[in-house]
């Protein structure tokens, strides 16, 4: 099992920045995909970006392409989500996830931190 550790959130205006911190302990050689989802009430999660521990691989959802930027400390063992020109729909609790499938879809990730709040003032 992995643990992950979320923080960085907090309260913008809107065209803000925030700057997410997942920071992953224990059998962390079993992962090789780390990933950010974000979840609204009342809506299921969704992916927003993920990357590989090498760098080599990194997407994005569209909704973020151009304004979010992941990457990873491996010294540190630390994924970051550098976020900017954030708007209010992007007020969510941001998941950190890891996986060992370069994918979208939830289902993939076995391991969660638990949540840090990104709120953009509307």
């Known amino acids: 099992q992995v643990q992950l550790v979320d923080s960085g959130g907090g309260l913008v205006q809107p065209g803000g920045s925030l700057r997410l911190s997942c920071v992953a302990s224990?059998?962390?050689?079993?992962?090789?995909?780390m990933a950010w989802f974000r979840q609204v009430p009342g809506k299921e999660r969704e992916f927003v970006a993920q990357?590989?521990?090498?760098?080599?691989?990194?997407n994005y959802a569209d909704s973020v392409k151009g304004r979010f930027a992941i990457s990873e400390d491996n010294a540190k063992n630390t994924v970051y989500l550098q976020m900017t020109n954030l708007k209010p729909e992007d007020a969510a609790l941001y998941y950190c996830?890891?996986?060992?499938?370069?994918?979208?879809?939830?289902?993939?990730?076995?391991?969660w931190g638990q949540g840090t709040q990104g709120a953009v003032a509307s």
């Open positions: 224990g059998r962390t050689w079993r992962t090789t995909v």
């Open positions: 996830a890891a996986g060992s499938t370069l994918s979208s879809e939830v289902r993939h990730y076995y391991d």
């Open positions: 990357t590989t521990w090498n760098g080599d691989h990194s």
